[in-house]
């Protein structure tokens, strides 16, 4: 039995159970009557010639009203019981099976003059056969039964009282064998019949629950048997399913719900064995309804009574037609979004909760170029591949993941699966689920390798010579000042040497400007193998270079410096079939001693050198205050 009600369901229960019991009162109540007073008559005849006259018609009286009164009991039961007055109707039948045992207990105190208790043993044994009898008919309700019980043993108990010798003795031990066994036979009884009320009372309340389950289940259930049953009954939803009418939906065979005989032949088929295994087959069909659409289900199956399928079958419907609609719509917009990643030049990704690349798609070449599959399972930060990212951009980066804001724009280098280096700026977004639960990132990857290199290469437009390629005038602008600033904090020395090459002039009217140019070229290769790495050498226009030294001990490094590019100046360059001669002019200016910023630098060391090439060239002119006289 199922004991799984609730508090109040199960009370609701007892109380039924209760008013079942007073029914059941009822019921027995004419059989009482009856009994009562055909027991008063036999023994109001057996007893009227040595009883006296009035007592004995006075106590059949007496019982003929009350047997009378079971029967008017029995009527108001059954036509005017109020369950809300159940208490009331019990001790008034109580009051009454009460009065009836006394009655019938006084019969004990009837004056029989019997000098040997004959008579008097056989009414007492009258009188314990009637509260064994009387008891079972009352045993539905405690109160009755102990009122009845203690009306009949009071008289009882007294009239043993008076008796002597081997009779009393006999009389309270048979009062006592038979009190105790009707008390034990009571209970027992009692027990059995209240259990079963109790347990019909909880099992109607739990067919009322499967009932209403049944009923109101979103989905089609239905009850088969074999030909000539089919289906024995279905519920709400499977009649609304098929558009039949519940009575047209009984007996009607199973294959009417089939587009046709051959699907229902290959369910049968396929369904048989698992069935007569005892387990649940399941599948997906295409079912017909009444008016001859046809709709997607899926369907559930099992035997009621493991593989005797004569027992029937439950089959559980259902209509998944709009899941299916809208799985092959996902399916068909997942397509769709496949194909624009397929055509757009992005990498799409994905990654988990922990911040971890789980997927990844693209175009084909993309996805090739990348080495994808080394850095699955890892985040950003644990890919080896992944690089160009300062420790500052890496802490940012990873506090907006975890608070899971969106980013944009976060760049870095990746090594290609084909050995090249590639740049690529990355945007993201985070993911959550239906409950608001953080399940991860997906974004894109833009290869952006192209436009990193032209933004280099227009910086290096930007800051150098297109001629010789060394820095130009805003380059050197930008070294000198920091130059300047550095040896200005830790007391060291800057020097700048102005060159200018004599004679180029000359190789621009005989041989052209291509010629120049290659000169120029030269002499600018020929400067940098002439100085340090850390050393900068510049093209400000013209045939003017400028070389920067941003650390020296002393004027005569400088100088020393100069030398060295004098002689790597004035080597002949050659060009083909000419070899030209040029030389060099050059003024040299130092910090602090000469200025205290890159403007006074530049101008005094240009001073220097025009003083220098004004004197006949080829010559290195340090600044000297006083030429400015």
Not at 112 to 119: A, G, L, T
Not at 476 to 499: E, F, K, P, T, W
Request: with cysteine.
């Amino acid at each position: 039995m199922n004991r799984s009600l609730t508090s109040e369901k199960r009370a609701t229960a007892q109380a039924q159970t209760r008013s079942d019991c007073m029914r059941q009162l009822g019921r027995l109540a004419p059989g009482s009557g009856f009994a009562i007073i055909a027991g008063a008559l036999l023994i109001s005849y057996w007893l009227r010639e040595l009883a006296p006259g009035v007592l004995l018609g006075t106590w059949l009286g007496a019982l003929l009203l009350l047997g009378a009164s079971r029967f008017v009991f029995a009527f108001l039961v059954r036509h005017r019981f109020d369950e809300s007055r159940f208490d009331r109707w019990e001790i008034g039948y109580a009051a009454l099976t009460g009065l009836t045992g006394l009655i019938w207990g006084l019969l004990a105190w009837m004056p029989i003059p019997d000098p040997e208790h004959n008579r008097l043993f056989i009414i007492v044994v009258l009188l314990f056969c009637i509260l064994l009898v009387s008891s079972s008919t009352l045993v539905a309700n405690t109160r009755v039964l102990s009122s009845f019980a203690v009306g009949l043993a009071t008289p009882l108990v007294a009239r043993t009282l008076t008796l002597d010798g081997d009779l009393a003795i006999l009389f309270s031990l048979g009062l006592l064998v038979t009190g105790g066994v009707t008390v034990l036979a009571v209970r027992s009884h009692r027990s059995s019949l209240m259990a079963a009320m109790l347990d019909r009372h909880e099992a109607a309340a739990v067919l009322q629950q499967q009932r209403v389950i049944f009923e109101s289940a979103g989905e089609g259930i239905v009850f088969l048997k074999p030909k000539p049953e089919y289906v024995v009954s279905c519920n709400r939803r499977f009649t609304e399913l098929f558009g039949y009418s519940q009575a047209e939906m009984i007996g009607m065979p199973p294959w009417r719900w089939h587009p046709d005989r051959i699907q229902w032949k290959a369910l049968v088929e396929a369904s048989l064995p698992v069935l007569i295994d005892g387990r649940p087959y399941h599948d997906v069909l295409r079912l017909r309804r009444a008016d001859g659409t046809e709709f997607w289900c899926d369907v559930t199956g099992m035997a009621v009574a493991g593989s005797d399928l004569a027992e029937g079958t439950v089959w559980v419907i259902s209509d998944i037609s709009g899941k299916r609609a809208a799985e092959a719509a996902l399916r068909m917009s997942e397509e769709r979004f496949r194909n624009l990643v397929k055509l757009s030049s992005d990498l799409y990704w994905e990654q988990d909760a922990d911040f971890r690349f789980t997927h990844f798609d693209g175009p084909d070449d993309f996805t090739r170029r990348l080495p994808t599959g080394r850095i699955l399972g890892k985040t950003r930060w644990e890919a080896s591949d992944i690089f160009g990212v300062h420790q500052a951009m890496w802490e940012h980066h990873i506090a907006t993941l975890r608070r899971h804001e969106p980013f944009r724009d976060f760049v870095y280098q990746i090594n290609g699966s084909d050995g090249h280096k590639y740049w690529l700026s990355i945007n993201g977004n985070p993911m959550f689920d239906d409950t608001g639960r953080f399940v991860g990132y997906h974004g894109t990857a833009s290869d952006i390798t192209l436009r990193i290199e032209a933004e280099e290469r227009f910086r290096h437009l930007a800051y150098h010579d297109t001629l010789t390629r060394l820095p130009n005038r805003r380059l050197l602008s930008d070294r000198l000042d920091q130059a300047v600033r550095n040896a200005a904090r830790y007391g060291h020395r800057v020097a700048l040497l102005l060159i200018d090459l004599d004679g180029f002039k000359k190789v621009n009217d005989q041989h052209g400007h291509a010629a120049g140019d290659r000169v120029l070229e030269a002499v600018a290769a020929r400067l940098r193998e002439a100085v340090r790495e850390a050393d900068t050498v510049a093209r400000m226009g013209g045939d003017e270079f400028v070389v920067l030294l941003p650390e020296i001990g002393s004027t005569e490094d400088a100088v020393m410096v100069a030398d060295k590019i004098h002689g790597a100046i004035n080597e002949p360059i050659a060009d083909g079939l000419h070899n030209h001669a040029v030389g060099s002019s050059i003024g040299i200016s130092i910090f602090p001693d000469h200025g205290d910023s890159a403007e006074a630098l530049l101008h005094r060391a240009d001073h220097a050198m025009y003083h220098g090439k004004s004197r006949g060239g080829k010559t290195t002119r340090l600044f000297d205050a006083s030429s400015l006289n």
